[in-house]
């Protein structure tokens, strides 16, 4: 059984920076696309960053290119997101995904953490 658990979250100010932790289990971990995603209260979910399966090749949202940087630790099951100069409109629910490398869409989603970023 695949679980894919977040954690990381927490208030801060803006300006800040916060690491998000995505620990996966049940799958081999390197034959997997991840990715990170976030839902802002009343918004539709949004692709933040994503990163191969062997860690070549990475994608930002505009928004968030120049202050967040995605990475994976094959040995460890782990991907991050390292979350520099935090602005409010950063505040919503994170959560990390696994796809495999033939797929479109990500199969296995964790729960989320919630970031919450004061202005």
């Known amino acids: 059984q695949v679980h894919l658990v977040e954690s990381g979250g927490g208030l801060v100010q803006a300006g800040a920076s916060l690491r998000l932790t995505c620990a996966a289990s049940?799958?081999?971990?390197?034959?997997?696309?991840m990715g990170w995603f976030r839902q802002a209260p009343g918004k539709e979910r949004e692709s933040v960053a994503a990163?191969?399966?062997?860690?070549?090749?990475?994608y930002y949202t505009d928004s968030v290119k120049g202050r967040f940087t995605i990475s994976r630790d094959n040995a460890k099951n782990t991907v991050y997101l390292q979350m520099n100069s935090l602005k409010p409109e950063d505040t919503a629910i994170y959560s990390c995904?696994?796809?495999?490398?033939?797929?479109?869409?990500?199969?296995?989603w964790g729960q989320g953490t919630q970031v919450t970023v004061s202005s």
């Open positions: 995904a696994a796809r495999t490398r033939i797929s479109i869409e990500y199969e296995y």
């Open positions: 049940g799958l081999t971990f390197s034959n997997f696309d």
């Open positions: 990163i191969t399966w062997s860690g070549d090749s990475t």
